[in-house]
């Protein structure tokens, strides 16, 4: 079987980032998951002595906490810097930026909706900068429960599809007197989601690998299987079925931003020698 790689995939320059402040840490403690993949949680704790805490009532202020590649909300934030103890800050810098935009946009009067899931910890974090109530919304349909104001201001979680953001941006342009718009959709996050079309356009069976919790790999795998029915999301190789491959002539691989090459290139390896 032909096996063929997207031509972009796997670690972002955000995840890298947090992975390399993590390693450095020297027995660290991340408040929530650093990024989403258990796999490599594992092996930052295995090897590096890198620690989970779910909660500030985990965190002694003796500890060095690590703020993941999420973010966390303000509060949070502000509690462990009265804490007094040492934080290293692995938030991703396209989640930073829509902070700030978030905290300047409310500031300024405009009504902040958020392109995005509410229960992520990115859009906590994002959310937790306005200074009045920000809108979160899935998808159209949900925007259009809303009395659109005056004044709006958009932004995305960082991992979203762009067609679907401009959806909501066109909705808005339309509905109010003045629409402030910021695509704050990775760079990583076009590149991953063009390449995985394009690839499963050209395969029989598709597999993509990345956390089962991971918002960009959920993404992923519905682009993927819009293009390539047969398109399946694993963990890891472990969550490879033969059956997938019977008749197929070329497999296509591609992986979230939050999963590491060494998942990757296992899950290759098992793949070829089917």
Request: glycine share 6%.
């Amino acid at each position: 079987m032909e096996v063929r790689l997207a031509k972009s995939f796997g670690f972002c320059f955000g995840v890298k980032r947090a992975i390399k402040i993590a390693e450095k840490s020297q027995d660290g403690i991340t408040l929530g998951e650093l990024i989403h993949n258990q796999k490599e949680i594992d092996r930052l704790k295995q090897g590096y002595g890198v620690r989970l805490a779910k909660g500030i009532d985990e965190i002694s202020p003796k500890d060095h906490v690590i703020v993941r590649t999420h973010g966390i909300p303000k509060n949070e934030l502000t509690k462990l810097e009265t804490m007094g103890v040492k934080i290293s800050d692995a938030t991703c810098p396209y989640v930073t930026k829509p902070q700030k935009i978030v905290e300047q946009m409310s500031a300024e009067g405009y009504q902040v909706v958020i392109f995005g899931d509410i229960a992520h910890p990115e859009v906590k974090s994002v959310m937790s900068y306005a200074q009045n109530e920000a809108w979160v919304v899935k998808n159209l349909e949900e925007l259009q429960k809303y009395k659109i104001p005056k004044k709006t201001a958009l932004v995305s979680q960082t991992t979203k599809q762009t067609q679907k953001f401009y959806e909501l941006a066109q909705y808005l342009l339309s509905h109010s007197y003045e629409t402030r718009i910021f695509n704050t959709i990775c760079n990583a996050t076009f590149q991953n989601q063009d390449s995985a079309k394009e690839l499963a356009k050209e395969v029989d069976v598709m597999v993509v690998v990345g956390g089962l919790t991971s918002s960009n790999t959920k993404q992923l795998f519905e682009i993927a299987k819009r293009h390539c029915p047969d398109s399946y999301l694993i963990e890891d190789e472990s969550g490879l079925d033969l059956k997938w491959f019977e008749g197929k002539k070329i497999c296509g691989i591609t992986a979230g931003a939050s999963t590491p090459d060494w998942i990757i290139q296992k899950v290759k390896q098992k793949i070829q020698e089917i």
